[in-house]
């Protein structure tokens, strides 16, 4: 039998990068609770009766304590935080909560919690972890955790987007979207975005981006209409991003961009772009998940 760490490893990578919102972040969780369980006495390790529940736990623990100090980073970031994106495989789409969960839509909407009211709600809404488990890594009593629960899913029903569309539907507004901004084509462009789109471009202060948001079609279109005269040699790619069909664009001036987008009736009613270097790193393998 394969050690229970391996076996769990894209589980407990998940739960961790739920989280936090960084994949590197959440490799090193892992790594730590790797250290961990192998530093463990082996009769100790041997009689641990529930191995996936204990290494949830302590990838739990290990990046509650890690959110809390990215946390008081991410104050001082330049310019708006998106969380840090993943190629994945089309697979994970046929899982319809999982992709939902590690959209970047959601994992934007998870960063207005405080980090104990994510990692709580992570765990019961999307891993479905009883409340006493929970309450055992978070240092909360089982009470306390379904309070927490019912106050994080109010809070992220109120924000969360409606994202369940058709998997053509989706592959066909993207194309146009995709389409219409490397030909210039402002009333295609006008056409595929919903009237009150809103995009959100994180730059990090090292890659060139709006530092706020741009909110409305007409605006959003100004902004990306100049983009075949802007860029140089603009490779494009359609790319499974986070559990849906994203883009990517190379360009020789601005660097890659990460595009991941909210379909919502038929427009796109949220663009996601990720202009960060330090946060396209997982971008070369794709990364399986698994809840």
Known sequence: MPDPFVAHRSLLFTVAYEILGSAADAEDVVQEAWIRWAGLDPHVRSGVREPRAYLVRTVTRLALNSLRTLSRRREDYVGEWLPEPLLTVPDIAEDVELAESVSIAMLTVLESLSPVERAVFVLREVFDVPYEEIAEAVGKSAAAVRQIVSRARSH???RRPRMRVDRGEQQEVVERFLAAVTSGDVQGLMDVLAPDVVLIADGGGVAQAVRVPVYGAKKVTN?????PQAALNP??????????????????????????????????????AMRNPDKLGHMEEETRLAR
């Open 223 to 227: 902004l990306l209409r100049s983009f």
């Open 156 to 158: 992220v029903a109120a």
């Open 235 to 272: 490779k494009t790619a359609l790319l499974w991003l986070n559990g849906s069909l994203g883009i990517r664009i190379d360009d020789e001036t601005g660097g890659p961009s990460l595009i991941s987008l909210v379909v919502e009736d038929g427009r796109i009613a949220r663009i996601f």
